[in-house]
């Protein structure tokens, strides 16, 4: 077991190697732009040998709990507050605050999300958007989850996303070798079945610009400004896909008599073009760095369509509750990817026992969910955290991390370096009206201050 361990840190090694780096000049990195997220080469981890181990001693827990203690005792936070902190090289619980009491966990039930999908149907599996010959020749634009289908990008652009542009063109190209000059346009968005808002969502969420509502068919996450995270939403993101679709159509050459209609594909129709998203690995790796909410739900439903159950709310749950089962992770209680639902149940144990399982050498797919995590002080949504003007500036750069916030909710889940050089894996959760993320980054920032070998 040890030998496991000990490669699990290994592997985690070299995944924090730059956020070393980024610890040292996080200063002076304030007012960048994150940088885009690379995939993980899984293959580092088996290889001999990549990064040394760091050579640190064994981490107490008694001296770990000593500097956890008077932080928490101190946040105000009477009710509510939870904790789990281990060694990333043994497994060794190091510090427990009712670790399992289950909680609302916000978006860190994208980890969850993250390690369900990745194992479940791989990091090099692709979400196609089809387009299909329908009934008396309709064009039908198909959905099939993809949340990052775009309308057109740049060449260079890291991840390549689908766009209606290249399937236009595609398609066009199919249909004038056909002799095809004009067409009606049909769209499916039949993929998805159940209501379009989760089961503990709050009716402001899509109007806020948190979600969209979600659909197998939809145009940038439905945001009326795409490079917007929390942009407005599109009322219908099925017909705006379309609409945008037959634009470029006519682009393309070929005529659209009439509005695009809801339609349904044939059965078995083979398509006459297609356009594929990113990688899973890449899509794990953006919903978890910018918390993409609609990411997150494309997600969730991969999940249900690998494990054979029906790609809706409930279907997802139950293949989600299928991989924790397979990984022998207990306490994890999932009715949505993003974590927007309030019904989610999980413990801090379980958080950062699903970290833990994406460093084992034994799992190499589950590996984005760390390449994916944010830096704090330095990329994704710890971006604006740990500044120097904060209480938690210690943790900046060696806290690896997914947040979480709802109202009276705030989680942070990850992995951090103590000022031994020891690899740790964490969980803090908060449930609680005075629960706030500022709050959980000086937790962190003292486990990053410890030098509690």
């Given at each position: 077991m040890w030998q496991v361990r000990a490669r699990a840190l290994l592997a985690l090694a070299v995944l924090n190697i730059f956020v070393l780096v980024t610890g040292i000049v996080a200063a002076d990195l304030i007012e960048s732009r994150p940088p885009e997220t690379m995939p993980y080469p899984a293959a580092f981890a088996e290889d001999e040998p990549v990064a040394a181990v760091p050579d640190a001693g064994q981490v107490s827990p008694e001296r770990l709990a000593d500097k956890l203690d008077d932080p928490m005792s101190d946040s105000g936070i009477d009710e509510g507050l939870s904790a789990y902190v281990a060694d990333a090289a043994t497994g060794e619980a190091l510090y427990e605050r009712d670790a399992d009491e289950g909680a609302v966990p916000a978006s860190t039930t994208k980890v969850v999300t993250a390690v369900s999908v990745l194992h479940a149907a791989g990091p090099g599996e692709r979400i196609h958007t089809d387009v299909v010959l329908g009934d008396n020749g309709q064009v039908i634009l198909v959905?099939?989850?993809?949340?990052?289908?775009?309308?057109?990008?740049?060449?260079?652009?890291?991840?390549?996303?689908?766009?209606?542009?290249?399937?236009?063109?595609?398609?066009?190209?199919?249909?004038?070798?056909?002799?095809?000059?004009?067409?009606?346009?049909?769209?499916?968005?039949?993929?998805?079945?159940?209501?379009?808002?989760?089961?503990?969502?709050?009716?402001?969420?899509?109007?806020?610009?948190?979600?969209?509502?979600?659909?197998?068919?939809?145009?940038?996450?439905?945001?009326?400004?795409?490079?917007?995270?929390?942009?407005?939403?599109?009322?219908?993101?099925?017909?705006?896909?379309?609409?945008?679709?037959?634009?470029?159509?006519?682009d393309m050459g070929i005529g659209v008599t009439g509005d695009p209609s809801p339609a349904e594909a044939p059965d078995g129709a083979d398509p006459i073009a297609t356009v594929a998203s990113a990688p899973i690995s890449a899509?794990?790796?953006?919903?978890?760095?910018?918390?993409?909410?609609?990411?997150?739900?494309?997600?969730?439903?991969?999940?249900?369509?690998?494990?054979?159950?029906?790609?809706?709310?409930?279907?997802?749950?139950?293949?989600?509750?299928?991989?924790?089962?397979?990984?022998?992770?207990?306490?994890?209680?999932?009715?949505?990817?993003?974590?927007?639902?309030?019904?989610?149940?999980?413990?801090?144990?379980?958080?950062?026992?699903?970290?833990?399982?994406?460093?084992?050498?034994?799992?190499?797919?589950?590996?984005?969910?760390?390449?994916?995590?944010?830096?704090?002080?330095?990329?994704?949504?710890?971006?604006?955290?740990?500044?120097?003007?904060?209480?938690?500036?210690?943790?900046?750069?060696?806290?690896?991390?997914?947040?979480?916030?709802?109202?009276?909710?705030s989680t942070l889940a990850g992995t951090i370096y103590d000022a031994d050089d020891r690899l740790l894996v964490f969980a803090f959760m908060a449930n609680d009206e005075a629960a706030m993320g500022s709050t959980l980054d000086t937790f962190a920032s003292a486990v990053a201050e410890c030098g509690c070998s």
């Open positions: 959905g099939g989850g993809d949340p990052t289908l775009t309308a057109s990008v740049e060449p260079d652009a890291y991840p390549r996303l689908a766009t209606l542009e290249e399937l236009a063109e595609h398609t066009a190209t199919a249909l004038q070798e056909e002799g095809i000059d004009s067409v009606s346009l049909g769209y499916d968005d039949s993929l998805y079945l159940g209501p379009d808002t989760g089961p503990g969502w709050k009716p402001n969420y899509v109007d806020e610009g948190s979600a969209s509502t979600v659909h197998a068919l939809m145009l940038d996450g439905g945001r009326v400004h795409k490079e917007q995270n929390y942009s407005e939403r599109v009322d219908d993101p099925p017909r705006v896909t379309a609409d945008a679709f037959a634009d470029q159509l006519r899509l794990v790796e953006e919903m978890l760095l910018e918390s993409d909410n609609n990411i997150a739900e494309a997600l969730f439903r991969q999940v249900a369509l690998a494990k054979d159950e029906e790609p809706s709310w409930r279907g997802a749950a139950a293949a989600t509750d299928e991989v924790m089962d397979e990984l022998d992770v207990d306490d994890v209680h999932v009715e949505d990817g993003s974590g927007l639902s309030v019904n989610n149940d999980i413990t801090p144990k379980a958080l950062a026992d699903l970290v833990m399982v994406a460093a084992d050498p034994e799992h190499p797919d589950l590996y984005f969910l760390l390449s994916g995590l944010p830096t704090a002080h330095f990329s994704g949504t710890l971006a604006g955290r740990y500044s120097e003007e904060s209480a938690a500036d210690s943790g900046a750069g060696v806290v690896r991390a997914k947040t979480g916030t709802l109202s009276g909710v």
